[in-house]
């Protein structure tokens, strides 16, 4: 008797998970080992529609296999991925197996995006390993591109325990306060129309910069000191290539990309980079079969840390450095971080900050996404220009005598800091006080060299 399965196509049956097709010589097993097509998945970037088929090797070990519809449509061009998956097929009938798929019709139906952040035209934000938000009856797949880009998105302790022990360390730190209002403002890019951008760190080494970073990443995930062996740090630093970073930029879309020492970076082209990562698009290249390959996309909320600024790195190189490069990533001169240890002497303060930053992390950005969620969900498009209202507002209460507009963009940018860190002020996210964001936000402006 064949299965009762709902979505099995005329011409075959499912006999305890096993296929058979109808031939010219009767019913014959097409499958040594079990398959059943589980979904249709559409790209939310491409809308191209995909299949998902789960397969049995000969030891019963199940596995998911995702396949371009056309791939079976025209052929069993995507059969052989199922075989390395394991699924056995029968001699000559892997155009059956491919027509099964192809005419198949399961109840199931997925969306599926390789980035993070904020899905395509939806209230839907994605967190590696979470989806926040509603779903409209269909589920969404998170696959990103590599799963190692993204593993540091995982959260340690509960909210309260990282206000308690790691962001209430902020409190009488300006900068510190600023590096967590910077690094909330991510999920608000897309919101206020904002393009990717940042903020670089830079001074004299064993200042705590990468502390800093660290404390910055724990609002979205692993906040280990990157050094550790056996970490899964968010911090990553610059020493990579172009396009390495462009995969991390497309993982990290809307969260926060921490990037430390930037006088690793191994390429010569920094300032086309910056570019390339704050713009959020990378290049277009072409396939061997001549078809062009689907740029990736991202919006960058970017924290950068190094011994230099990012106008001497580039200038190093032999390049000019643009200001069109300078106000996408904004070089901040840092003297001393800690200006309240409470109490332990600086470096003893440095060591408990990597401490709870190890033992609490991740449950920050979620809270803050989700009450964003709920406010939007209201009226998007008033809440929208509320904020864009307060961005220029705030821009303009930070702006200095004769200031210029490449400078005012900068301001914009801390502008959106301010925004983000008042509005996890009032969500009770972070355990400061409106005050202590305008601080922070002015302390870092009367750091730049203008």
Not at 205 to 232: C, E, N, W
Not at 266 to 278: E, M, S, V
Request: net charge negative; aromatic share 8%.
């Amino acid at each position: 008797m064949a299965d009762d399965v709902v979505g099995v196509p005329d011409g075959y049956e499912l006999r305890d998970g096993y296929l058979y097709a109808h031939t010219r010589c009767g019913w014959k097993q097409a499958t040594l080992t079990k398959i059943s097509v589980l979904a249709i998945v559409v790209d939310s970037e491409s809308r191209d529609k995909l299949v998902l088929v789960a397969v049995w090797d000969v030891d019963g070990n199940e596995r998911q296999v995702l396949l371009p519809a056309r791939s079976v449509a025209s052929g069993t061009a995507g059969i052989s991925f199922l075989v390395d998956a394991g699924l056995v097929i029968m001699p000559d009938f892997g155009k059956l197996v491919a027509g099964f798929i192809h005419l198949s019709r399961p109840q199931g139906r997925l969306e599926r995006t390789e980035l993070t952040g904020w899905l395509k035209d939806s209230p839907v934000f994605v967190y590696p390993g979470e989806i926040i938000g509603q779903q409209t009856g269909v589920e969404i797949l998170h696959e990103p591109k590599s799963k190692a880009l993204t593993q540091a998105f995982y959260s340690r302790g509960t909210l309260e325990e990282w206000r308690q022990h790691v962001a209430v360390l902020a409190k009488g730190n300006p900068l510190m306060a600023f590096v967590l209002c910077a690094s909330l403002s991510g999920p608000l890019l897309k919101v206020v129309g904002f393009t990717g951008g940042g903020s670089h760190l830079y001074g004299r080494s064993s200042r705590g910069k990468t502390t800093m970073a660290q404390f910055a990443a724990s609002v979205h995930g692993d906040a280990t000191d990157p050094g550790v062996p056996t970490s899964r740090s968010l911090v990553r630093t610059w020493h990579t290539t172009a396009n390495a970073l462009d995969a991390l930029a497309e993982a990290h879309s809307d969260t926060l990309l921490v990037l430390d020492e930037a006088g690793s970076f191994a390429g010569k082209d920094l300032d086309q980079t910056i570019y390339q990562l704050c713009g959020g698009q990378e290049k277009s290249t072409m396939l061997s079969s001549r078809k062009l390959r689907r740029s990736g996309n991202w919006r960058s909320n970017l924290l950068s840390t190094g011994e230099i600024s990012i106008q001497q790195r580039i200038e190093a190189s032999g390049r000019l450095a643009m200001a069109g490069q300078l106000v996408r990533l904004i070089d901040i001169p840092i003297g001393e971080i800690f200006t309240d240890t409470k109490g332990m002497e600086p470096g003893q303060f440095a060591t408990e900050l990597k401490n709870v930053c190890r033992k609490y992390f991740g449950t920050a950005g979620k809270a803050f996404v989700r009450s964003l969620q709920k406010v939007l969900a209201e009226d998007p498009e008033a809440l929208a220009d509320s904020l864009r209202d307060y961005v220029e507002e705030y821009a303009q209460d930070l702006a200095v005598d004769d200031v210029a507009p490449e400078q005012m963009r900068i301001l914009r940018r801390f502008a959106l800091y301010q925004v983000a860190g008042e509005l996890a002020v009032q969500w009770g996210i972070l355990p400061l006080t409106d005050a202590d964001v305008v601080q922070a936000v002015q302390h870092a402006r009367d750091l730049l060299y203008w």
